[in-house]
């Protein structure tokens, strides 16, 4: 079993729709980050969590850390949303521990 | 200030030969951590250098290695190049080690023939 685990691996859906990525770990952390990754493969870092929730424009991620899951939400989905979501976690210092990814593809 | 730049963004290889691929950090970072994507083992880390120094190692064979210059940029150089080493590269710089918050770079995309 991986140690970060998200679902659903693809995801598609019409413009407008509320989506929602889900990612459950197994080990201790220091933080959980959600990125995002274009064709081409360049990342990007949306949000990096330790407790609690945070907001950015239309992309909302929360942290249950009791529960050792997050989810990666984003509102009035739009075609240029569509890019692999990878959940990754800090397993002590830098090391990054990282999920599948969620494929997201979200039609016009 | 300009982010993490690679070079070369695509390289092709063939099996056998050996590999040095670049990471430029952030000005002011001093970490580098380095990063091996493939469609079957998806992101894994590679190793982390901070002050010229190794700090942390992922489970990889010794023919993957890696330095870092007082400049702070790094190289990573993968030796006797096999076809599972098609991959994408990606480099992330932080202020300093153990930073949680780390910078990716654009990735150099190595392709083994």
């Known amino acids: 079993k991986n140690e970060v685990e998200q679902s659903p691996q693809n995801l598609t859906a019409q413009e407008g729709e509320f989506i929602t990525i889900n990612c459950s770990y197994s080990v201790g952390i220091s933080a959980l980050h959600w990125l995002q990754q274009h064709p081409g493969g360049g990342i990007v870092s949306l949000f990096m969590?330790?407790?609690g929730k945070k907001k950015h424009g239309r992309l909302i991620a929360t942290i249950n850390i009791q529960e050792k899951h997050s989810s990666l939400h984003i509102t009035a989905s739009h075609p240029r949303d569509s890019a692999v979501y990878i959940c990754a976690v800090n397993q002590g210092a830098q090391k990054l521990v990282f999920g599948q990814g969620t494929r997201l593809t979200i039609n016009p | 200030k300009a982010g993490v730049t690679q070079t070369p963004r695509y390289l092709i290889k063939t099996r056998g030969q050996q590999v040095t691929l670049s990471c430029s950090p952030i000005?002011?970072?001093?970490?580098v951590s380095w990063y091996q994507q493939t469609p079957g083992q998806g992101l894994q880390f590679l190793f982390e250098?901070?002050?010229?120094?190794?700090?942390n190692k992922g489970n990889f064979p010794g023919r993957f290695s890696g330095r870092q210059f007082s400049n702070s940029r790094s190289e990573m150089n993968v030796s006797t190049l096999e076809l599972g080493d098609s991959a994408l590269y990606l480099c992330a710089s932080s202020s300093t080690s153990g930073a949680l918050e780390q910078y990716f770079g654009p990735g150099t995309r190595l392709t083994v023939t």
């Open positions: 000005s002011g970072h001093r970490s």
């Open positions: 250098y901070f002050s010229e120094t190794q700090r």
């Open positions: 969590l330790s407790s």
